[in-house]
């Protein structure tokens, strides 16, 4: 009896139980647009944004609960008192982010929903049309918007709104901080490409263009993907038309991804990159932590080099073809007769600078990724008028990367994220392909036989090394302590570029 | 300004509105069970079990606030004033559900919930195990919380617990009306059994027992579901272990079903079957009243006669497989060679008693419900004990069905019900046999073409018919009363024995 009482009196105790109630509500939140994107009928569209809405509603009732915000300030001072740095990390969090839930008042969340709303609509058919002035009110409405959100967030000393908004997606980086990594990168990037272009190598890339059954290449992505680590008994992969995946909690994490008939090998890297993201959620210590910070990613950087390094690292290494090229014969039969694990490797890595972003080779997407920082942190600054957006942008595909755009459809208008209102989130895409390249080389010493394990197949020692350098911190450590704790570094480009 | 204070202060568009959100998270809590039996990976069966108790939280709140009961008041005496009788049935069924859900203590409630539970456990674990006492304390338990439910709701005067229990699913209806309808439907069924048992005839079901491939016995029962009427639009079907129908809300209704190589027949009989409840659903007049009692399904009775009716008096007739052997022959190609509609008639009708329930034909499926409400009855009044259910259930296949029960586990362990709790439920499946031949027959005089319609694979005229005498009223009127104005009569049972 007294125990029952003692623990329903324990701020921590309480707080977890709180944590997790709200933790399950979103991924109710989660399987809802899971569903929307595999198996929801067309008709239940209307219904589903109810859901959604109803649901949302909830949620931030509980997350700004004032009792909550009582049960993190005396759960911190417990934990801060018992010494235990871990605890205090994980209610330091817990206090960040009821902190920032509480700090927007629900007139700017509803506004922001309006104009993501209707500002996605308008951006379909601005792209559509190929007609930027549709879109051009929303893109105004949305950096203004976001500039409230910063000030409401607060912007940090000495720093920018940028920063503040980079927030959401990226703990603890500011602006400053990436142009200083971006910077170099660039120059790199942009010399490299030009001096590939002048090489004149040719890449024979017909069988990968060949057809294959989609059934197959479910088949095969599979395989792959189980055979790298993710597991089947708490997750799935289906189709969509644009692969992602959700982590919904213990025991059940969901990827999905698309086929194109003569696309196979593009298939198997989106099926690697979901499964790096799905490998992620599924290390993370949620079975006993479930809601709280410390049973969650830290950062969509550290999310996306998951995914990252799964795709490119392995899955477009000479190692991994060495394995994978039976596996390919094994599902695709007399097709793939005479390939070679090297013929793969080269097609794999092909550089093909192109308009577009999600169609970009490894080397190109951060170009892509560094155009959207500028661009949309000037912006924010008020230092570059929308207006002026397609022609700085063409200006800017021609001087990093040699090309006309032809339309803004396949220029400023090819991505999502600024109709859907999120700005200070592209930066996180190159972040991940940094942070993969330095966790590779650093586990690369840790596991000097690497090269031969993955080349017969066995990737336990990879996904090992990642579960305990990456995966089981959760958000004790902000994303690039946490790659300074397992690489000796904090984030540098230079693996990257090597 | 004066429209939009008119509106939110006027009880009836507040009500619509609670009554919509409740409605909207209900739904949520059938996509999560949907999903559970359809899609989730076996891992994340302790996620899903927070998702339910979390969500059946948020709604009990809900469904028992008092606000919701004061609106209900409101707009009734509103409803009742404005004499328009569909709105006075509408809050009339509101302050029903309202009343029901208030009346039980939430001690009684957590109480059965954890019988259920438990009960469930121990069930499969005596059936598989053939082993009764295993589960006859939770047998004993279930019963005895299940007279505490009645009493809570309040047991009619002149009545019995049993009807206060049968409310739950078939409002109005009462043990003695129906002892009354089932008297002379077991008497003359166990009397027609018998003579078709004399009567040697002999039917050949080779075709209906070859093995066909599962993916073109789906590809068959989708055809079928899509040509009688069921809206691929707005639902789906998936493959589960055991068939089911949620109508989630406007615009998302989901069937289920299962294939087994050698039974392509039973698998359509499913098919039609859960397509009739999911037309039902596709059918009532949820886009503008999802919530509202006059956009609900009326009874289990009601919508179990919309299954039947698809699945036996379309799907076992003659002139369906005028129709039907085309389509079967399109799909499973040469194996159907030579059979005639007349041979899938015949082998779609074979009367064979079974001791299961579950794989009954039409004829015998009624004495199965029979026995279980006889026993069900008995051991609520407290007028035969738990201990003695084996014995009296073997007694009475025996002397209805001419068999002899060779173990509990094909006897009176072999239903999931009791372990969950439901007592006064089995009823409904055989309402819904004698509404369906009732509705069927009213029908048959109104379209006096019927027949050579769906010869030709029109069912346009007979789906048309039940929308408008069945799906579209709701919850406007009980059961019975709907029977009795789209067939002129009250439940009888004269239609489905002839």
Redesign the interface.
Known sequence: MTTATTTSTDPITQLSKML??VA??R??DA??DW?QET??????????A??LQ??SG?IHDRQTDPVLGELIGQAHEEAKASGDARLEADFREARRDFDKATKLPKSLVEEMARCRALGMTAWREARQKNDFPTFLPWLKKTVELNRQKAECFGVPEGGEHYDALMDDFEPDMTAKRTEEIFTPLRAFTVDLLARIKDSGVEVDRTFATMEMPVEKQREFSKKVCQAIGF??????M?DTSHPFCSG?????T?ITNRYRPDAWLDALSSAMHEAGHGMYEQGLPKAEL?GRPLGEAVSLGIHESQSRMWENQVGRSRDFWTWGIGVARDVFGEALTGVTPEQVYRASNLIEPSFIRVEADELTYNLHIMLRFDLERAMIRGEMACEDLPGIWNERIKSDFGLTVPSDAKGCLQDIHWSMGAMGYFPTYTFGNIYSAQLWDAMGTAIPDRASKIASGDFAPVLSWVRDHVHAHGREFNAETLCEKATGSTMRPEPLMA
């Open positions: 997790r109630g399950v509500l991924s109710v399987l809802l569903d198996f929801m009928p067309v008709g239940g569209s209307g219904l589903r109810e859901h109803e649901l909830i597991d089947f008994e708490t997750g799935r289906d919904f909690g213990p025991g059940d969901r479930f």
